[in-house]
């Protein structure tokens, strides 16, 4: 005990750096079980809650500092001095989550048995669902993510979402530390880190039986292409190369409709709002209009069309500026529009802008006010004409899981995720948004297919299975066909009640911060009472 207490800082950096490890790029997703234990065996030697407090900033600020390094690196897109203060305010933000569950952790009634490894997960659980809507929501770094690309761990998302996968984690890692500070009384608490034993262990073991029990091979399928482009981030933003970036999409979608597949996507903002429709024309010769439309024509003609998705910026009639996903039939027909609804602060529009109007540069989106599902009608040749209904997850989106089984709920066949992640080419931020895929498909047991301009284009199964090769910036392949399958239409637990396990845990939280403001306060006043005597 003296020596955590002589280093205890140093044992809550590590806890920052093990858990740093388990996320991408390093990816060695083990160290997740036990990177918190560290920290929780220093917060047992501490006598006062401002050292709890700095103790759990020091490991939260260290942990978000590796995962979120990438925002200090957009300065090619912004002002270095600007990146670089996002980037500490946001890791600054974020480690106070750290620090709050250091203090909840401090001020536990229990600090041994059963009921302290309860109390660690339910407290840790408890923040990472608030952090993910206080002040617009940013639930990057939530724990259970670091067991993305390990299956059989995340099976149980579809019972109570990512939050449950970390509930495990951190219950696990409670019950490590108990065991290792009572050592000397391991028989008294052996139940303390046996019951997180066999929770870990069942939860291995229903993802292996699930997995192994699926017929995901019976589910009917769509054909898909997916067509990243892949156009470099600096490239996008110069208008002179519109024309250019629109003929190698047109170029990449002739080539992937050879294929037949049932629909083609494109990523998100592939194209200016009012392209479609010629608006855009202006910006380029009449020449690269006049081959984009014989294009067009070829690509949505009635003989042979393909339906597509696509993400657009597009202007509304009030001139008021959305990211949307836009779905058009194989005969060029407008089926329907999506509205991006959670939007990137300080890259898609400015919170507090009437406050802030210095911060305003550039002409900021609308959020959307609603979900929508697009529908696809299959060309009658390969599905009789079926439609299908397929829910949009634009970019940020996908990092909220109770927004995303929203589309689900509401009858969604199969789930798109289209994103521009060519921001952060060449850091871990695109695996990190990969990381989220498999768990929005567990949660909801439904197969997701994302296309990411500058990140991982590919399918996932609905048990969290990335079901086909990467198409990036670095593979050679220009484009991906891949068969997904349709949901049964049978909704999870998850899908149905969304984020339960979290908001009880919050509860449970709310109740012992009020249970330690009433012993405080009959404290002072017996104590009060004392003196007056």
Known sequence: MNTIKRHRYLFALSSGVILFCSFPSVNFFPLAWFGLVPLLLTLQSVDHWKTAFSLGYVAGFLFFAGLLLAIALLYPYANIFTTVLGY???????????????????????????????????????????????????????????QWNYQPSIQIASFAGVYGVSFVIVFFNAGIAALIQDRHKWKKEIVTVLVPCLLAGMTLIYGYVIINNSKDNQTETIKVALVPGNIPQIEKWKSENVGKIVKKYLNLTRKSSIKNPDVIVLPETTF????????????????????????????????????????????????????RVISVSSEGELLGKYAKMRLVPFGEYVPLADFLPNFVQFHPFENGKEIKLLPITINEKNQSGKTIEVGTSICFESSFPNHFRRFVKNGANVMAILTNDAWFVGTALPELHLAMAPFRAVENRVAVFRCANGGYTCAVNRFGRISTPFVTPHTSDEFLIANVALSDGDHTIYTRYGDWLPILCSILCLALIIYKILIHYSVIKSDDRQIER
């Open 272 to 323: 200016r709002g009012g392209m479609l429709s010629g608006e855009w024309a202006v910006q380029v010769s009449f020449r690269q209009w006049t081959k984009f439309h014989n294009v067009y024509k070829q690509m949505f003609g009635e003989n042979g069309g393909i339906p597509m998705l696509m993400g657009a910026t597009d202007v509304d009639t009030f001139e008021d500026l959305y990211n």
């Open 88 to 146: 500490l305010l946001l890791v600054g933000y974020t480690a106070l989550y750290f620090a709050v569950a250091a203090v909840l952790v401090y001020h536990l009634p229990w600090q041994s048995g059963i009921l302290y490894p309860l109390g660690v997960a339910t407290i840790w659980v408890g923040l990472e669902w608030v952090r993910s809507w206080l002040l617009t929501g940013f639930p990057w770094g939530n724990i259970g993510y670091s």
